[in-house]
């Protein structure tokens, strides 16, 4: 019992990375029908965002403040900083391909993606870094189930931060506007809501999140290297699709799926397989689902 | 039409006039090439590899070249990429054999590439040396690839004697990356060796992740449920930090070793002190190293600012063996093929080489014969010496 | 823009069989002047691989010297033969144009062949940068037929081209090498070369099997979910190699035997573009380009679209495989960690920067980035800020790749140009 305890706290944990990362993902599929792969090294960029900060805070603040205080700050600032990311490369790479094929605006995505991940090795070298604590990390045993104080503090400000997104998108105008977007974007435009500015909003949600999971990863893995984005940024794509379009909820419940099945493999099956077994799950689950979880019927017609 | 012609006829003087100012006979000139990832996986370890050859070339400028034969030759590095791609570093080979006509390769580090780029090299009778693949398959038939290191067949079963000598353990859980070369095969010897001494089934967890993984908290926690008293795990310096914390998060307490990829002096910058303590198979020890070993560390350490991993030094020992064998084979005939052989057959001669890690000897596979060293971490974050073992 | 046109006006006449001429004559002089005289006296210190892109960067000291090779051994030969042998040339042409098509496709290309085959005669890494771009070109074609004209979003082809690449080695290297991993040979060694072709589709096949995979599930719906369904076929494939240790696992395969020559690749890669060219000008292109512009509407015109679709990835990716099994015979050394993310990134790269829905495009956006990637060499990290940057100016100047929707036409290329 207290092992697949263990293995539940492992995995929302693990899961709650997939979850804010694909929710970004997602907003931004659900709102233009792009994807945008960029949104991996846009994490990345997040990341090291939000070391430049954090390490700013420590050294500087340290002693003045209490941790919350900075805990709460690095955020903050970061998810301003990062925001700006999202808008830089909506404004590069995706509105110039606002009519061309939904691929093209991809491979800008992606190629972009590449110019963060060089651009970083570039300016910081081969070194790569070390997230400093905000915390003081606990390790706590109840009944021979460990945890940490961050494991619990990821879990926590994730669903946090995924609630909040869902009150914005459901209760705001401009949630509205993102919502009736994403239902039509050639008939919304023509009701007065700009498409240039609810873009670059989605997007910058989408970075601002990111950047948040990207804070939240540094406490719980701590080491930052410039390809760190490239494989969960495929995997949130993975966890984006499978949610459904447009669908937040779908989106964090698949990003948990995706961690619940990866721990979850390896604790069953010999974890040589893990990749092998839990891809032919997704696999499966699509064959029986072809449209995701919560997806909706396509309203307009699909561009090439 | 004559419009055309008169513009090619300027642009064909105009480029002459430049163009002779550089001409004259072709003067040999020592390449030596270095195939190294300064991009990819495991960025460090390309630099520290272009770092100790740029060392090297230095000295070698300072004496005015390279002595062979009683003429002094100019020489120079070619560095190439190979982005921790095998093709690329197949690419890079053949490149840097046929276009750039080197001498003597050195590298690539890590066996996924240099098993490959080892064929290339013996295909084109191109002496190659790389100083950190610890593959069998690197070396094996391939009379002109060699190696400045001890094998994998050779670390595993040290690592597991000494965990059995120092602590007396007889139960032991293995952590390794699946898609990685080198971490799979060392797994597995050293698998072999440990359930030799154990019996079969004394390796009480076997556990893999994936390339990139960072979340190795499932593993963990079979591994802690298996009941196993250490833990081996032979990673490389970015995985090495996350795995140690983790295993701590989730109340694991044993020892945990590794092997000498952990060597990197960034293992502990980013690890911190859940590391300290902790013990690992090398091929150098950093601290208290004296003489030539010394003087190699403050010398990289004030050009660059840290102290150099086992990567560097090994690269330099490579590159010094090469230096050697260039000044044994005698006389450089201008023909690349001819002299690239007669670097071979100088360097499988080279006997008792006394390198920063070791004194070495090649075997017939062109494998040297050295000791591994035990290192222990100590409370300082420094690699300790902690014990030699030798063949 | 005087001269521009001037020059146009100049060369308008001389035909496709002219320009290869030009072009024999070019690497002639390369072959039999280009070490000894030419570089010699411009100093550079070999004849320059990749028209001089390397040196240049590498060492700016040497740009006049390279300027000036290239001028002398290439450009001004093509230029001076082509418009000197014009009249020559377009009489050929001419009575080329009365043979049948098939015979006259042959003779151009034979002529082309033994342009390149001077041309990397003369060092092998030119060689090797060839033959990895042509199995880059069936790659991309490949790729076209499924993300072009049939308008998906697939990531799979690392997959299809590792199961290519495994099972054509594990052929050649079960019935033809003596090697630890298999054992001795099942067959004389001398039989390899030709049953080779055979090995080729027998990894294709099983490619094209194994995509059913990707297309049972994904073709019951329309929609994006190719691409996921298509990315975790990638990691699966990936996965299953690695623990499968009887083939090496992640150590990878090596020591197949040298099979891939230039001449074979070649020919493959005319075979590919011949064969990818009649499919997707035949009705089951028509119906594929149908069901991607309108699906319900191919429907009622009774096209099975469905079927459309399977067939059409079962192809793709059968070129895939083909393309995987050169690629293995040309390294001579596979591992999992090939065929993975980043593989997936250039293959995605070469075939919308060339462009969608065209085979020529295909072709030109593989030899742009391999080419590319190779001349960009000496920058090191970046070759990778600026290699992005290109692509993205494409794409935003060029939204479905430089030369889309462009089928060719073997006559209007090879016709005389005789006004």
Known sequence: MDYFLQNLINALQWGSFYAVISIGYSMVYGVLMVFNFAHGDIFMLGTYIGFAIATLFIAVFSALLPTWVIFAAVVIITMFLASWIGVFVEVVGYRPLRQAPRASAAITGLMIGIIFETGILIFLGAKRLSFPPLMESHVYNIGGVYFTNIKVMVIVISLILMLALHGLIQKTKWGMAMRAMSFDFLAVPLMGVSINIIAPLTFAIGAGLASVAGILYG?????????????????????????????????????YLLGFIEIFVAMVFPSTFRDLIAYSIILLILTYRPRGFFGMEYSTKLRL | MRKIAFLLVVAVAFVMVFAFSGCGDRETVIKVGINAPLTGDIPKVGEGTKYAAQMWLEDIEKAGGLEVGGKKYKVELVIEDNESKSDSAVKANTKMITQDDVLVIVGPQSSAQAVPAGEVANNYKTTMISPWSTNPATTLDRPYVFRGCFLDPFQGPVVANFIIEEFGFTKAAVLYDVASDYPKGLAEVFKAAWEKKNGAGSIVAYESFTTKDTDFSSQLTKIKRSGAQVLFTPQYYNEVPLIVKQAKDLGWTGPIVGSDSWGSAETVELCGEPCYGQFFSSHYAAAGAKGATKEFIDRYNKAHGYIPDDVAALTWDAL???????????????????????????????????????????????????????????????????????? | MEIARKFKNTFSMVPMFGWLSGALAAVLVEYFLGYNYISLVLGLPKIPVLFGTLIMLKTPIMIPSVLAYDLIVYIIPVLTVAKLTAPATNKIAGSLEKIPIWLSTIIHLVLFYGIMHLWAGINDYRLLVLKLTMVSIILTISINVINGYQGEFSCSHPGFMAVGAYVASILTLVLFVNDKMFGQA???????????????????????????????????????????????FMFIVKSAIENMNFIGGARGMSSQPDYASLPVIFCWTILTIWIVHNFVTSIMGKALNAVRDDEAASESMTVKTKKTKIIAFMFGAFWAGVAGGLFAHILRFINPGTFSIQRLAEILAMVYFGGLNSIIGSIVGAVSISLLGEALRPLELFKWIIIPLILIFVMIYRPYGLISFKEINVKKLFRSKNK
């Open chain 3, 186 to 232: 099942l067959l004389p060694a001398e039989l390899g070369p030709w049953l080779f072709p055979f090995i080729l589709i027998a990894g294709g096949a099983v490619a094209a099997l194994s995509s059913l995979i990707v297309a049972i599930p994904s073709f019951r719906t329309r929609g994006d979910y190719l691409a996921i369904i298509s990315l975790a």
């Open chain 2, 320 to 391: 010094r063996l090469a230096q050697q064998a260039i000044e044994n084979a005698g006389e450089l005939t201008g023909k690349i093929e001819t002299d690239r052989t007669a670097v071979r057959d100088a360097l499988a001669k080279v006997k008792d080489f006394a390198g920063i890690t070791g004194n070495m000897t090649f075997t017939e596979e062109g494998d040297p014969i050295k000791c591994a060293v035990i290192v222990k971490i100590n409370d300082k974050g420094e690699y300790e010496f902690y014990k030699s073992v030798c063949p």
């Open chain 1, 219 to 255: 406490q719980a893995y701590p080491i930052l290297d410039p390809y760190m984005g490239v494989l969960i940024g495929w995997k949130a794509f993975v966890a984006a699709i499978l949610g459904g379009r447009g669908s937040i909820k779908g989106a964090a419940m698949a990003g």
